[in-house]
């Protein structure tokens, strides 16, 4: 099929790329002329595994000009969503794509599909994107298609989860369009639910913040394990064999980041309060999580007074395999240890970087040198970090590393 995406971002890369994988004519649509020139150039603009092989292989080209996606039978609308001061999510990305692609659509010929991949409050596509394509005077449901499918991909993962999906969701405008999206799918063998717009928009809310809240909670109980004398890990390894709980997201620990768990709690707990509602458990999941990161500094503090301290930090990106620092627990763990007056080491393996961009002022070193401070917070789970000698230094563990037990004086976040 001749398909496009509107949004080079983390999703629209991974959906294009892999589309064009299985046979697929893709174009990718962004404003950002480096980034196209990078996937014309088949450099892929992200760190993400299989996804530099997939735009060499595939048939896969980019551009700026909308014009070049006016044969496409299907469109995804891929482009970010982001947060404005922690609390308001911005959809004029959104909006602004989909007057565009209506533009597309009134020199259109044929009827396509525009399918909406971009995590969106529910409603969103009914009361926002379907009006924002309707003013180039083309009809949802008469002149086009309108499905909202939700992806699930984990950075680091995306190309495999992409290519492997536990389930497929289709939100529809009507059975039309789904079964037109449901072509592209075909290959796949996962369970496919098909439901309306607003019910595919709030099952991504509502996974999404299911995970968060396993974490929390599992922190909570990890909190409660450290002062009994419990390990919560072995308390977690019981509670996994229950099979109505199961093992996964049950790795105590520092919290939750990333560019999805966060923000899609947040977005959920706007939805509520819009209609009047006050989500008691997810805003404490959000608490939780904020609180969890300042108790690895609280630890830290017990063991020695932070002013004027050399203090090594391992671990910035929010998990391990990927560069992205977004709403990583080393970001607020930085601003507390820096308020209280220490000063700062930090090594990650590949997300210097972009940490640089935010805290140009600390010093950054090879993870050696950083093992050298005062003390050091482990705070991503990077595999590499279990193969240091920790031995004589004082460790404060947000991730349970095995090795840096060995440590002078070791304390793990909730063990
Ligand atoms: C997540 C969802 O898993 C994915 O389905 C979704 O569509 C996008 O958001 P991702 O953001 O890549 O994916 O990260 P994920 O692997 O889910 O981890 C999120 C955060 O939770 C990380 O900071 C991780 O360190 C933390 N985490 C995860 C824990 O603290 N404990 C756990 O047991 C699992």
Same mark, same amino acid.
């Given at each position: 099929m001749r398909i496009s995406v509107v949004g080079a971002g983390y999703v629209g890369l991974v959906t294009g790329a892999c589309l064009a994988k299985l046979g697929n004519e893709v174009t990718l649509i962004d404003i950002d002329e480096k980034r196209v020139e990078e996937v014309n150039n088949k450099i892929s603009p992200i760190c993400e595994e299989g996804l530099g092989e997939l735009l060499n292989s595939a048939h896969i080209e980019a551009s700026s000009?909308?014009? =070049?996606? +006016?044969?496409?039978?299907v469109i995804f609308i891929c482009v970010g969503t982001p947060c404005a001061d922690g609390e308001f999510i911005l959809l004029e990305q959104v909006e602004k794509a989909s007057k565009e692609v209506g533009q597309v659509l009134r020199a259109k010929r044929g009827y396509c599909v525009v399918c909406v991949k971009s995590t969106v409050v529910p409603g969103a596509t009914e009361e926002i994107i379907i009006p924002a394509l309707e003013e180039s005077g083309r009809k949802a449901g008469k002149d086009f298609g309108i499905c909202m499918s939700p992806e699930f991909l984990r950075e680091g993962r995306a190309v495999y989860d992409f290519m492997n999906p536990a389930r497929i969701i289709v939100g529809e405008y009507d059975g039309r369009s789904g079964s037109i999206l449901l072509k592209l799918y075909r290959s796949f063998n996962a369970p496919i639910l098909r439901t309306n717009l607003k019910t595919a928009e709030m099952i991504k809310l509502a996974s999404n913040t299911f995970l968060a809240a396993k974490i929390s909670l599992i922190n909570e109980i990890g909190n409660i394990c450290k002062h009994l004398g419990i390990d919560v890990y072995e308390v977690a390894e019981g509670m996994g064999l229950d099979e109505r709980i199961g093992s996964k997201f049950l790795n105590a620990g520092v919290g939750f980041g990333g560019s999805c768990l966060p923000k899609d709690l947040m977005m959920l707990i706007g939805s509520a309060k819009k209609v009047g509602y006050a989500p008691q458990i997810l805003e404490q999941v959000l608490n939780l999580n904020e609180a969890q990161a300042l108790r690895l500094v609280e630890l830290l503090r017990k063991n020695l007074p932070l002013k004027g301290a050399a203090i090594g930090v391992l671990g910035l990106a929010f =998990?391990?395999? +990927?560069?992205d620092i977004r709403e990583s627990r080393a970001i607020k763990i930085v601003e507390a240890l820096l308020q209280e007056g220490a000063a700062v080491k930090a090594y990650d393996p590949i997300a210097v970087e972009n940490f640089k961009k935010l805290f140009p002022q600390i010093e950054y070193g090879t993870k050696e040198e950083v093992l050298n401070s005062d003390a050091v917070l482990i705070i991503t789970e990077w595999d590499e970090f279990n193969e240091l000698n920790y031995k004589g230094k004082i460790v404060i563990d947000g991730r349970r590393i095995p090795r840096a037990r060995e440590a002078r004086i070791y304390e793990g976040i909730c063990w």
């Open positions: 000009n909308f014009q =070049k996606i +006016t044969d496409s039978e =998990k391990p395999g +990927t560069d």
